[in-house]
């Protein structure tokens, strides 16, 4: 057993981490990234069983698309309302309830019989989806300082290959035992998962509880945007990002179900396997950051996102340049997206779920304006039209890093750095 002394010295060393437990195993970190992976699959599951799931509850077809919105509302209104209370309660704790509650919500939807009873459970799912933001939030508290950007990579990267493979692993199991399998096997995993990380994470999170109530919690959500500019700043780069990434994955379907093509919808969520190839591959901008490097970083990313959408224009004569345009693409965005968290949660450990949260709400308004824009304009100008709204979205995020890296004050520096781009 550790001295007095010993166990002092451990807890100085971690002090910066926000929490007073000993830095857990990259073990651990690995359980944080499938957790994230697992739970924000949910939001995506549905989206190649809509037909299946309309057909099934006798849905008109404006009726089934609001699944797909009830979710994604039901997240954005957790990242703002849930998330933030990562900040003042015991983060281990707040975690396995939000995971029970979550199988709840599955098993609402696994078993529903009317559209109203699915559609209640789906903006359930969605809202308590957002243990993820808590899940990366806690994750970084517990990371030492000098290594938070590889933590907050390692766990980021269980986020999007979530995102990536959920429409792939829903239209498998959908075609082998049916729509409703999609959530009881969900529901099982979230279960397990509740009970191993309420098992395995720690339980002292240190000094970090706040005295704020409820209400002012929330508002000091706020405030810290209104306060930091870097915070302002790196959440425009996530809406940005994300909206190009959802230009691409919101309506990459569409040309590859047509000629010259027909792929089936399997094989069309087959395409997540070649994201995960970026997604990995982008674990070394957390490594960059942890050097310094994070204005680097941003900028050769921003720039490989907009030349990811060289190749994706050709997608309808060659599957090839789709596949390296998909590999550039979530590279770029995976990269962004790791330095954003890595950055912002150093301004204020203390309030890491709050500064995740809001920033995420940025995500989300990315997320629906890709979406939105890129089915309704491929409806009416075809795909060549989806790839210059995507780079025009790419384009905007490396003209803002441009601007910001000239008019920045200093290089970037782990712990706050107000000014750097």
């Known amino acids: ?14 002090r910066s981490a926000g929490g007073a437990a000993p830095v857990p195993s990259r073990g651990v970190f690995i359980l944080f990234a499938v957790a994230c992976g697992a739970a924000v699959a949910n939001v995506y599951f549905s989206q190649p069983l809509l037909v299946t799931m309309g057909r099934d509850l006798g849905m008109s077809p404006g009726l089934v698309g609001s699944v797909v919105t009830l979710t994604h509302v039901g997240y954005g209104l957790g990242l703002f309302f849930l998330v933030p209370l990562g900040d003042a309660v015991d983060r281990r704790r707040l975690i396995a309830a939000q995971l029970l509650l979550l199988v709840v919500a599955l098993a609402v939807v696994a078993s529903a019989r009317t559209p109203v009873i699915l559609l209640a459970g789906m903006a359930a799912t969605g809202l308590l989806a957002v243990v993820t933001q808590t899940l990366v939030a806690f994750a970084a508290s517990l990371a030492p300082s000098a290594g938070r950007g590889r933590v907050v990579g390692l766990v980021t990267s269980g986020v999007v290959i979530g995102i990536l493979l959920a429409r792939t692993a829903s239209g498998l199991m959908a075609d082998f035992a049916g729509w409703r399998s999609v959530y009881l096997a969900s529901a099982s995993l979230t279960a397990l998962l509740a009970l191993v990380l309420y098992r395995v994470l720690p339980r002292d999170i240190g000094a970090r509880p ?22 302002r700043l790196r959440a425009l780069f996530g809406l940005l990002i994300f909206a190009a990434f959802s230009t691409l994955w919101s309506s990459i379907a569409l040309p590859l179900s047509e000629a010259p093509y027909f792929l089936s919808h399997s094989e069309i969520g087959a395409l997540g396997l070649v994201g995960v190839v970026g997604a990995l591959a982008a674990n070394a901008a957390g490594r960059l950051n942890d050097r310094g490097l994070s204005r680097r970083t941003t900028g050769i990313a921003l720039a490989l996102l907009v030349a990811s959408w060289l190749p994706l224009v050709f997608t309808r004569s060659s599957l090839g340049a789709l596949v390296v345009g998909v590999i550039l693409l979530d590279l770029a965005v995976q990269a962004v997206h790791v330095t954003n968290q890595t950055l912002i949660y150093a301004l204020y450990p203390d309030a890491g779920s709050r500064l995740i949260g ?64």
């Open 1 to 14: 057993m550790s001295s007095k002394g010993e166990t002092a010295a451990r807890r100085t060393e971690v």
């Open 358 to 421: 809001g920033y995420m709400v940025f995500y989300s308004v990315g997320s629906a304006t890709g979406a939105i824009a890129a089915t309704s304009l491929y409806a009416v100008a075809g795909w060549g039209a989806v790839c210059l709204l995507g780079a025009g979205f790419s384009c905007l995020g490396l003209a803002l890093w441009v601007f910001t890296r000239r008019s920045s004050s200093g290089p970037a520096v782990e712990a706050g750095s107000r000014g750097e781009g």
């Open 210 to 231: 706040t005295t704020l109530r409820y209400g002012q919690l929330l508002r000091s959500t706020i405030t810290l945007f209104a306060r930091e500019r870097l915070l």
